[in-house]
């Protein structure tokens, strides 16, 4: 009997051991399975095309969104309603999944039409080499309204985006640079918006440029030169009233006698605008001099008004 017992429990054994032979097999192979899978997908996932530029600006949607709301907020009796998500889809629609280089302007139709408003006459402020001191005035005065300050351009500001044919659709990596290709999402998005700007503009009108570049305050090639002037109407706008502001202390290469600004004058002047020009627009000037209030072009009293 205690035999016939030894040998059923070695049997029983042998069982138990064989079974968890096999369950250790299967998640062996299960284990390598899987990770053939994985690495299967990985490479079946084709790399974003690859740019020069910085990619898609992290959150966008979220940015876009919080912007919208935000100005909102702030704005809606001017504006009237507007649907932020509907906003946001159509941004997205204009540029997901497609190729960053072959951007049209029908991509941005909707989202212009969804974000249009209209802007009062004798408001509109255009600059070109002056971000930072154009946006340090509208913030304060709020008397003018660059492009930046419009719901639109408030909206997408100093953010980059672009599509890629492959998924997510969206190239968080790299975006081609404005010098990359023409028709990227970027550009002709902000030449359209340059455009739309300039057409309804209306009343007198303010362009502040920079006497401090080299080059010269007014570029024929920059968008105010190739796309803002052009789109002014003349039927609309009555004067333009061009600030030509040098940094405190100089360098100042150009004024309103500069060459590059008489040549402004002279393609201004032939679609019959009135033009005026002043050298370093005081309320502006006041501003650079917050950086600087010891500068004798800061001072308050100018030689003419001061006491003998
Ligand atoms: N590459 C990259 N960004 C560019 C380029 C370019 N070649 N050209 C213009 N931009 C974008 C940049 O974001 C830059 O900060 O336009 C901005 C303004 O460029 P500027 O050369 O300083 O000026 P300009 O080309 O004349 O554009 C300014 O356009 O933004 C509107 O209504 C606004 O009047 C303003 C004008």
Not at 58 to 70: A, F, K, P
Not at 81 to 92: A, H, N, Y
Not at 236 to 260: D, L
Request: hydrophobic content about 35%; proline content about 5%; some cysteine.
């Amino acid at each position: 009997m205690p035999s016939q017992r030894g040998s059923e429990r070695r049997r029983q054994r042998g069982v138990l051991l064989a079974g968890v032979a096999v369950l250790l097999l299967a998640l062996v192979l299960a284990a390598v399975l899987a990770s053939a899978l994985t690495r299967g997908k990985e490479e079946a996932r084709p790399e974003p095309l690859r740019w020069q530029g910085r990619g898609t600006t992290r959150n966008l949607r979220e940015i876009v969104l919080g912007r919208c709301y935000g100005y909102l907020a702030e704005r809606r009796a001017e504006l009237g309603d507007k649907d932020c998500l509907k906003i946001w889809e159509s941004l997205k629609d204009a540029f997901i999944h497609k190729n960053p280089c072959s951007a049209t302007t029908e991509d941005y139709r909707p989202l212009m039409e969804l974000a249009s408003h209209p802007i009062s006459c004798n408001k509109s402020l255009f600059w070109s080499k002056t971000n930072d001191l154009v946006h340090l005035y509208t913030k304060s005065s709020h008397r003018f309204l660059t492009l930046e300050d419009t719901f639109l351009g408030y909206m997408l500001n100093g953010i980059s985006w672009c599509g890629d044919p492959s998924a997510p659709g969206i190239n968080y990596e790299s975006c081609p640079k404005w010098s990359e290709c023409e028709s990227n999402p970027g550009s002709v998005f902000w030449k359209m918006a340059s455009k739309m700007f300039a057409e309804a503009a209306c009343g007198v009108v303010q362009v502040m440029l920079n006497g401090s570049i080299e080059t010269g305050a007014f570029r024929s090639s920059s968008i105010f030169g190739s796309i803002e002037i052009l789109n002014l109407n003349p039927d609309k706008v009555s004067e333009i009233h061009i600030w030509v502001m040098h940094n405190i202390g100089g360098p100042q290469s150009e004024s309103c006698s500069g060459y590059s600004i008489k040549k402004l004058k002279n393609i201004l002047e032939e679609r019959n605008f009135k033009i005026t020009c002043e050298d370093n627009y005081r309320p502006v000037q006041l501003l650079q001099c917050v950086h600087n209030p010891d500068h004798p072009d800061c001072s308050l009293c100018t030689n003419s008004t001061e006491a003998p």
